[in-house]
């Protein structure tokens, strides 16, 4: 018995290993799409995209707690 939940293990990691994968494809040609689009627009327009871009990764990040919150 202990044989047949040792293959259930493997065709899952297995499994896990292909969805990591497939990911991984997803997220590189999601990438490869956005420079695309990027290598499309002229000089100024492209200047603002990285410019909302920066402004959108810091308005995304985690909040932290202030110093004020975590004493009471």
């Given at each position: 018995?202990?044989?047949?939940?040792?293959?259930?293990?493997?065709?899952?990691?297995?499994?896990?290993?292909?969805?990591?994968?497939?990911?991984?494809?997803?997220?590189?040609?999601?990438?490869?799409?956005?420079?695309?689009?990027?290598?499309?627009?002229?000089?100024?327009?492209?200047?603002?995209?990285?410019?909302?871009?920066?402004?959108?990764k810091k308005?995304?990040?985690?909040?932290?707690?202030?110093?004020?919150?975590?004493?009471?």
């Amino acid at each position: 018995m202990s044989f047949a939940q040792s293959t259930a293990t493997k065709k899952q990691k297995e499994a896990e290993k292909k969805q990591e994968k497939l990911k991984e494809e997803e997220k590189k040609a999601h990438e490869m799409g956005v420079k695309r689009h990027m290598k499309m627009q002229d000089k100024e327009t492209r200047k603002r995209m990285r410019q909302s871009q920066k402004k959108n990764k810091k308005n995304n990040r985690t909040k932290k707690w202030s110093v004020k919150r975590r004493n009471e």
